[in-house]
């Protein structure tokens, strides 16, 4: 998979979801929240088993992340079980901008 980055965020508002090759023979996703310096904002990063295109993921079908919650600066980690897609979170938000990168090792 080639890297990914979604858009800046600079609102109280969920990124498009960003598509994963979770068919890989070992699955692994390094994932990263840029919060820029001087933002004043709380994201997280969610992740769902489901098709977002075939259908709309309802509040029951998407989760957090283990680690990647409540942040207000720059984090990253990553996920070892696959999923179907990822994407951040605004949950609040007063000024600034963040972002979402993902890289996930190659097939074998």
Not at 2 to 26: A, G, K, N, Y
Not at 72 to 95: D, E, K
């Amino acid at each position: 998979m080639r890297p990914q980055v979604t858009s800046d965020i600079t609102s109280q508002t969920e990124s498009v979801w960003l598509f994963i090759d979770w068919e890989t023979v070992s699955f692994n996703l390094g994932l990263a929240v840029e919060i820029d310096s001087g933002s004043v904002l709380t994201a997280k990063v969610e992740y769902t088993l489901l098709n977002p295109i075939e259908a709309t993921p309802t509040a029951e079908q998407i989760f957090d992340d283990a680690t990647l919650v409540s942040l207000t600066a720059s984090a990253a980690g990553s996920q070892t079980t696959p999923v179907y897609a990822v994407r951040l979170n605004v949950t609040a938000y007063t000024s600034g901008t963040a972002r979402l990168r993902l890289l996930q090792g190659d097939r074998t």
